[in-house]
């Protein structure tokens, strides 16, 4: 079973590659990625610009960085081939997951959590490490609209981040964006999801993109 959406409603945890698969099928924006199979031998020249970033991706593994699973600024061919080798040595039968890595911007969290009495709800506040610094997030019960969707970001402590604050350029259009694909998933899918995380999406002057992407299925009663 490879369908991500069907993977989720049978309670079958997704692979980071698979959770991203997914946010793409509803407009969600993640970085340009190639997955290297298990049974690969060497690594084709990637279809977009180095550096890139090298992880392992699969459902077991959720805290890949803690694990060495993952492998920034990769400058060149040999460079991935090398840690490509690395990679399959220490993660047989695993796949990993080539990205264009992302520059710095502006750090936000997206999460959807199932709650017994409201179903799904979204969250969004900052990301990266500041996340749980500051736990500046604001919540709706899924579906939201855009209107619910800007509310949200003005409730923010760190509203000003994508107001221009200071010359930094995160666009609130882009976060809103990935807010309201997160909502669609959530009608569509919200019942079997007992959490997601997105973290970091990064956030610029023209676009959101999501670098991290972890989704935990309700069980099926």
Request: net charge negative; hydrophobic share 45%.
């Amino acid at each position: 079973m490879c369908d991500p959406r069907e993977m989720i409603r049978s309670g079958l945890p997704l692979a980071e590659h698979q959770a991203k698969d997914l946010l793409a099928s509803y407009g969600v924006n993640v970085p340009p990625r190639v997955v290297l199979s298990p049974e690969g031998t060497g690594v084709s020249e990637v279809p977009f610009p180095y550096p890139v970033a090298l992880k392992v991706s699969h459902a077991d593994i959720l805290h890949k960085t803690e694990m060495g699973g993952v492998r920034l600024g990769i400058p060149d061919r040999a460079g991935l081939e090398a840690a490509v080798a690395d990679m399959r040595s220490r993660f047989p039968g695993k796949s990993l997951l080539v990205e264009a890595q992302q520059p710095p911007g502006v750090e936000a969290i997206v999460g959807l959590i199932y709650d017994a009495t409201f179903g799904p709800s979204l969250m969004v506040g900052l990301g990266g490490v500041l996340t749980e610094l500051y736990e500046d997030v604001a919540f709706r019960v899924a579906p939201i609209s855009e209107e619910d969707a800007r509310d949200m970001l003005s409730q923010l402590r760190a509203h000003r981040l994508f107001e221009g604050f200071r010359g930094i350029r995160a666009s609130r259009d882009a976060l809103v964006s990935v807010l309201l694909g997160v909502s669609r998933l959530a009608q569509e899918l919200g019942e079997h999801i007992e959490q997601m995380d997105l973290n970091p999406v990064i956030v610029y002057a023209d676009r959101a993109v999501v670098v991290d992407a972890k989704i935990r299925p309700r069980q099926p009663s």
